[in-house]
């Protein structure tokens, strides 16, 4: 029984520590005091672009400081997708570039 018990407190000690790694994590992506050396930082609208992610063809884009754009040599491609991308536009908000349907 005393084995069962430790075993259960290890176990919800291991869930709590997860949880926190997590919440760490989420709030640090999330953030909005970002840093100039961050690739989301913006001041203005026009400092944020639309990135592609790859060359696939089938990746909706990121939202980037036009900055830290990087321009793929992709070959033509010839494919459909079944991918659905809504239309966005490249905003700054709080300092963070970010995509906006349209």
């Known amino acids: 029984m005393k084995s069962k018990t430790f075993l259960l407190g290890g176990i919800l000690i291991i869930i709590l520590i997860a949880v926190l ?4 994590i989420y709030n640090g992506l999330n953030n909005e005091n970002i840093s100039p050396d961050n690739l989301l930082y913006c001041l ?3 400092d944020c672009a639309s990135q ?9 884009p ?3 400081n036009i900055n ?6 992709c070959a033509p ?12 536009i490249p905003k700054c ?6 995509l906006i349907e349209q």
Do not use: H, R, W
């Open 21 to 24: 790694v997590g919440v760490e």
């Open 44 to 46: 203005k609208d026009s």
């Open 52 to 60: 592609a992610v790859s060359c696939n063809g089938c990746d909706c």
């Open 62 to 64: 990121i939202p980037v």
């Open 68 to 73: 830290n754009q990087i321009v793929f040599k």
């Open 77 to 88: 491609l010839e494919m459909v997708c079944n991918l659905y991308c809504p239309l966005t």
């Open 93 to 98: 908000l709080n300092k963070k570039c970010t």
